[in-house]
């Protein structure tokens, strides 16, 4: 007998750690999913559910409910409900099996496995990742339950080693997986156990998955919406042909257990930039870019890049101006800042399309013996000075470092860049300006955000957020690039 043990899911009331990063409405959709797809797996067996909740909200499963044997969960601790249903069902069961409802890669195979050993073992187990596990059978009552601490990286361990000491014989089982938190969701979907988290931004999430980099969106800063992974991975592949961008694979505006657009990319191995070392690499890569063929493209073109990039600003900076936590001190430099790029000739027109990333700190750059740029989430068809305003200033080269470029460090980039491509100086200076005000602006907007019940939070954002937001680096920005 199986006892398919599970909850009747409701919203708010079901994979709480999910919620960190995904709202009610997706997380009661993938907890019905993966009970759905559990229970498929074995009510071709004979089987029995033990539910928590309203039995009735588990419609969802297609079958009629009232031809299901079923019954209610007793109060208490997991192990107390776990130990009550196996014991119940061994009373005319010679073995019984509890499968949990959350789990990836239940199968015929593992069902069988697990009756079999039960033939020469008292207790069966297949254990999950995160230390516990998700199915335990039993031929005979064997607590293995009673002071067991639930909820912990150390259940197995802890459960086994009460099943030895009360001299029962234990199976290990293959790992299935256990679906409690994101990086769970990263598993099921890719089928690779072995995952590493390599960055997290405000829009977007990176995971090294095998060999290849498996990256999800969350949401888009150019109003893009769910068509934002799409974008950047078009962008990956116009880039393709210059050889210092990652190769894309594929992508997919949702997946089976990912509520949001993802793609696959190359992992490229190597260190960030750094910007006392690596510039003349920066120039070498940059151009490579700036230098390919864009009449084909398909990118958002700022064919008015200047009224583009104030109207951006704009709008950022408008959340803050509306708030009242704003520090009126800031406000008034940024209003004289903002007033300045405003009495720039906005209708300026691009001068040279090239593709540009728009968004170049160190952290964008792979350094080795084949040097790349990555994390190509806002790419557009502009000026190539656009590109190395961002790249060369303090709102950019401070963000990641402790860096803040000199004059004259940034001339010698500019020489090292101007080999393989000419450089638009007067230009270069108008967008510092627009660049500085950019980030700026964005941290201006961040701060309402941060300063809310924002879901994701960075703690190194947020402390750059209040400096780049202080009097001090106003002034410094004020007096050398304005």
Not at 72 to 81: E, H, T, Y
Not at 179 to 184: K, L, N, S
Not at 250 to 256: F, H, L, M, P
Request: with cysteine; charged share 30%.
């Amino acid at each position: 007998m199986i006892i398919f043990f599970t909850k009747a899911p409701e919203p708010g009331f079901c994979k709480s750690r999910l919620r960190e990063f995904i709202d009610d409405e997706k997380v009661l959709a993938i907890c019905r999913k993966l009970i759905k797809d559990t229970f498929v797996s074995i009510n071709h067996f004979p089987c029995t559910i033990y539910y928590a909740g309203v039995y009735e909200k588990l419609d969802f499963l297609g079958a009629d409910l009232t031809q299901i044997p079923h019954h209610p969960q007793v109060k208490g601790s997991l192990g107390r409900r776990m130990k009550e249903a196996i014991y119940n069902e061994l009373k005319s069961n010679d073995k019984v099996i509890l499968i949990g409802s959350d789990l990836v890669g239940i199968d015929d195979k593992l069902i069988q496995s697990a009756y079999e050993a039960l033939d020469d073992y008292d207790i069966v187990i297949a254990p999950v990742a995160d230390g516990g596990y998700g199915l335990v059978g039993m031929n005979k009552p064997c607590d293995v339950f009673t002071g067991i601490e639930y909820s912990t990286p150390h259940v197995l361990e802890d459960t086994i080693d009460l099943a030895e000491e009360k001299g029962y014989r234990v199976k290990l089982l293959k790992e299935i997986l256990d679906i409690d938190e994101f990086d769970d969701l990263v598993r099921a979907e890719t089928g690779i156990f072995d995952i590493d988290l390599i960055g997290r931004g405000e829009y977007n999430v990176n995971y090294k998955v095998g060999d290849y980099i498996f990256r999800i969106n969350f949401a888009s800063q150019m109003g893009l919406g769910e068509d934002q992974i799409a974008y950047e991975y078009g962008a990956l592949k116009e880039l393709e042909p210059s050889g210092v961008t990652p190769k894309a694979y594929e992508c997919k505006k949702s997946g089976d257990y990912i509520p949001y657009g993802f793609l696959t990319m190359e992992y490229l191995k190597g260190r960030p930039l750094d910007y006392d070392k690596d510039m003349a690499t920066a120039a070498r890569l940059l151009s490579t870019v700036h230098n390919m063929d864009t009449s084909k493209s398909k990118l958002i073109r700022a064919d008015k890049p200047f009224k583009m990039m104030y109207e951006e600003c704009l709008s950022m900076y408008s959340h803050y101006k509306s708030w009242e936590g704003r520090d009126r001190e800031s406000e008034k430099i940024i209003d004289e800042l903002m007033e300045i790029a405003g009495s720039y000739d906005l209708d300026a027109q691009m001068d040279r399309p090239s593709i540009i990333n728009t968004e170049l700190n160190n952290r964008n750059f792979i350094i080795n013996n084949n040097s790349y740029i990555i994390d190509w989430e806002k790419p557009i068809i502009g000026d190539c000075e656009q590109d190395l305003a961002h790249f060369l200033v303090p709102t950019t080269t401070n963000w990641k470092t402790d860096k803040i470029l000199s004059d004259a460090e940034i001339e010698n980039f500019l020489l090292e860049y101007e080999k393989y491509r000419p450089v638009n100086r007067k230009l270069l200076k108008q967008f510092m300006t627009f660049n500085t005000l950019r980030g700026v602006t964005w941290c201006s907007m961040a701060k309402r955000e941060y300063s809310s019940d924002r879901a994701i939070k960075n703690e190194d954002t947020e402390k750059k957020i209040n400096k780049f937001l202080s009097l001090d680096f106003l002034k410094m920005l004020r007096e050398r690039f304005y």
